[in-house]
């Protein structure tokens, strides 16, 4: 009885000086949020970012297509808020204002009932 009592006693202590050194850890290595503010300068830079990037392209595109990894796939019409994602032999067509439409497709055999769901 005595040594599950140390023994308690010593996982006891562990466990408290673990937590404290995360805690300090934490503290320690955790940075204080930058603070913004508005004024000139940053809509300046601002609109250099956004000119950069080309937001006018983007806005007037309505296609985008690319690919993750060289696997996965994805089309999406930003006009009717629709994106197509394949990868491997399985594709979904995905209503982005409503999940619940979307259709999978599986070696392009529609997948229905319970089954759609279940691989959503």
Do not use: C
Request: hydrophobic share 40%; glycine share 4%.
């Amino acid at each position: 009885m005595n040594k599950i009592k140390k023994l308690f006693k010593y996982l006891l202590f562990l466990v408290i000086g673990i937590t404290i050194l995360l805690s300090v850890l934490a503290y320690v290595m955790s940075e204080p949020r930058p603070e913004g503010n508005r004024n000139r300068e940053a809509d300046i830079l601002a609109t250099k970012m956004i000119d950069a990037l080309g937001q006018q392209s983007f806005d007037s595109t309505n296609i985008l297509q690319w690919s993750f990894a060289g696997k996965n796939h994805y089309i999406w019409d930003k006009q009717r808020n629709l994106a197509q994602i394949t990868w491997g032999e399985n594709k979904v067509i995905l209503n982005l204002d409503d999940h619940s439409i979307a259709k999978v497709y599986n070696n392009d055999e529609l997948i229905s009932g319970d089954e759609n769901k279940i691989s959503l």
